[in-house]
């Protein structure tokens, strides 16, 4: 009897271990989104009374990590790419106020975006703040970020504002008409989800 009740208390010490050990292993799960491999887009939004310059076609590249509900990483877009519709206001705007051979790209850090711990399906809108890079002025940023998980599908936009003086940027002039200094940024990317735990990778 000694002997069994000996059998069972390590038995019930090894499930404790395994699954302390589980936890961890758990916790350090993440799913990645390349953003290299999605389908991406950035637009840039100036509307005037009476004028409005909309830059679209921006691509991003970079990856953002969602592990334990947080989500953190990094979208770099390259500027020679936007269009506003008129070539020669892309290279007027290009080459005179954004600086493209000085400043060729903008990034956009996360600083934090809280979603549920575990990630099922379905849609998610969270708070977002991040910090947005662009003229190499850097500005604090905040909005909303809409998600929706499908499996290992990811889609979603990331909306906020920013100024263009913030970033020491000349407000541009179009036959004498000055733009508004506010500008919406909308990120949107439709991806694959790669779940990682551990040293072991594996789409889900």
Do not use: C
């Not at 575990?118 to 905040?142: C, D, I, R």
């Not at 541009?172 to 733009?179: F, L, M, W």
């Amino acid at each position: 009897m000694k002997a069994l009740n000996q059998f069972f208390k390590f038995a019930a010490v090894t499930i404790l271990l395994n699954g302390a050990v589980l936890s961890r292993t758990m916790a350090s799960e993440a799913w990645v989104l390349d953003f290299g491999k999605a389908n991406t887009k950035v637009d840039f939004h100036a509307d005037g009374k009476i004028m409005k310059v909309h830059a679209e076609n921006g691509k991003a590249t970079g990856s953002v990590m969602i592990k334990d509900g947080k989500v953190t990483g990094q979208a770099v877009v390259d500027l020679i790419d936007i269009k506003t519709g008129i070539e020669l206001r892309d290279e007027h705007l290009k080459s005179k106020y954004l600086e493209v051979s000085k400043f060729p790209k903008a990034t956009l850090d996360i600083v934090e975006i809280k979603l549920p711990t575990t990630l099922p399906n379905g849609s998610f809108e969270a708070p977002f703040k991040g910090n947005l890079t662009v003229h190499g002025v850097m500005q604090s940023v905040s909005g909303i970020a809409k998600l929706e998980k499908n499996g290992s599908a990811l889609k979603g936009e990331v909306e906020f504002n920013t100024t263009i003086s913030g970033h020491k940027i000349e407000l541009p002039k179009y036959s004498g008409i000055i733009i508004k200094d506010n500008v919406k940024v909308k990120v949107e990317f439709n991806g694959q989800l790669i779940k990682s735990i551990g040293s072991q990778v594996a789409k889900k």
